[in-house]
């Protein structure tokens, strides 16, 4: 029999907020991009009801691992701790690496292909926040090549999630009450 002790739900989250905020940015911020990507088809969409999202989105397994994992290389790569030429590709954080979207993809592949779209949206055009980890300066100090695809992921996926809430078009729900 495999041990039945479980961690609490609100322990994992804390730790994970309190990974993402130790490294520059606030839910908050995350927020941002959600209420960007949902306000053109939810005019009423509030910085509350995407922060809400975004708690769900972190409260899920799979992107607290992704989280775990990215930061965890972005910080050793920071130190020195990783050997050449992995060091290389991820302080420079190298256009052709792209494990670092692989990673994200974990993410949003929670929330099917809306979360997929989402995801290469802001990949794209690194709103807000993901400006300012983008920083592919040779003499920078911090190494962000991993977080700034999960901070983008987790924007893309709570937008999402808010998407499937209630983007829902008017079209859409009188077809499937007429045929009810
Ligand atoms: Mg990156």
Known sequence: MHATTKLSDDLKYDLIVKRIEERGVKLEEIAEITLDLQKKYLPELTLDICMDHIKRVIMKREVQHAVLTGLELDILAEKGLISEPLSTLL???????GIDE???LSIVNVYGSIGLT???YVDKLKPGVMKKLDNK?????????FFDDIVGAIAAAAASS?????AESEAVVKAYEKEA
Not at 91 to 97: E, M, N, P
Not at 137 to 145: A, L, M
């Open 162 to 166: 808010v998407a499937h809430k209630y």
């Open 137 to 145: 300066s040779p003499d920078k100090k911090e190494v962000h090549t």
């Open 102 to 104: 692989i990673l994200a």
């Open 118 to 120: 989402n995801f290469g």
């Open 91 to 97: 302080k420079s954080d190298y256009g052709l690496y």
